[in-house]
């Protein structure tokens, strides 16, 4: 049973860099959030993909930030010139077409900004 | 506007304890409600899921309930282990997404 896999695990790098976290997602789910949990606190939505389409956008993804699903399977995002206030854990989490479904998430890309 | 709150922040008790953590949300037309436990530096695995149709949910130890007109749920840790050391996040689903409280964080000592 492969569950949704996240990579990297950890992530430092240097203010303005650009970073990419990847997620795989569990084979038959065809929705996938990006979720992001600053420390104390509970995850914040960012965005969620249906297949390949991007359906909604939080306002905390700012310009900066981009996700892709290019064939609705796995899904990338990135974060160009990073800014210490990124410092987080990005977690992605899949589920079914079937509404309302149990959300399965991944260990999360941890990323520190220097 | 959703908002989710959970009390206490956090929690320490002895082994064998029956335990009561408490979630509360602002706007009633949701989807479903969800429980999940994270362990320190790591993801979340879900506990429990209650539809909005539904008052309860159980699994082992753990039972959920959902209150969803007075915006209330509460989840039952009966007979608390150290294992059950970990942070416990409420999620309400009104919008495909879901939005989260901050979470209890437990200790349970021997």
């Known amino acids: 049973d492969t569950g949704v896999s996240q990579d990297p695990r950890h992530k430092i790098t240097k203010r303005g860099q650009n970073v990419t976290f990847r997620c795989d997602p569990i084979?038959?789910?065809?929705?996938l959030y990006w979720y992001r949990q600053t420390l104390g606190q509970g995850p914040e939505f960012l965005t969620y993909?249906?297949?390949?389409?991007?359906?909604?956008k939080s306002r905390l993804l700012s310009d900066r930030f981009s996700a892709e699903r290019p064939k609705g399977s796995f899904s990338t995002l990135e974060i160009q010139r990073t800014e210490q206030g990124d410092s987080a854990m990005y977690l992605c989490?899949?589920?079914?077409?079937?509404?309302?479904?149990?959300?399965?998430f991944g260990p999360g890309t941890r990323l520190l900004v220097l | 506007k959703q908002e989710v709150t959970q009390i206490p922040a956090a929690l320490s008790v002895p082994e064998g304890e029956n335990l009561v953590l408490n979630c509360s949300f602002t706007?009633?037309?949701?989807?479903?409600l969800q429980w999940f436990r994270q362990d320190p530096g790591k993801g979340l695995t879900s506990l429990l899921l209650?539809?909005?149709?539904?008052r309860e949910q159980t699994s082992g130890r753990l039972n959920a309930s959902l209150d969803k007109s007075s915006g209330r749920s509460t989840l039952y840790i009966a007979a608390s282990q150290p294992g059950d050391s970990a942070t416990y996040l409420c999620?309400?689903?009104?919008?495909?997404?879901?939005?989260f409280g901050t979470g209890t964080r437990l200790q349970v000592f021997p």
């Open positions: 209650i539809q909005s149709s539904q």
């Open positions: 999620a309400v689903d009104n919008t495909d997404k879901l939005i």
């Open positions: 706007d009633s037309a949701i989807y479903n």
């Open positions: 989490a899949s589920s079914s077409w079937a509404p309302q479904e149990t959300q399965y």
């Open positions: 084979s038959e789910h065809n929705r």
């Open positions: 993909f249906q297949n390949e389409a991007q359906l909604e």
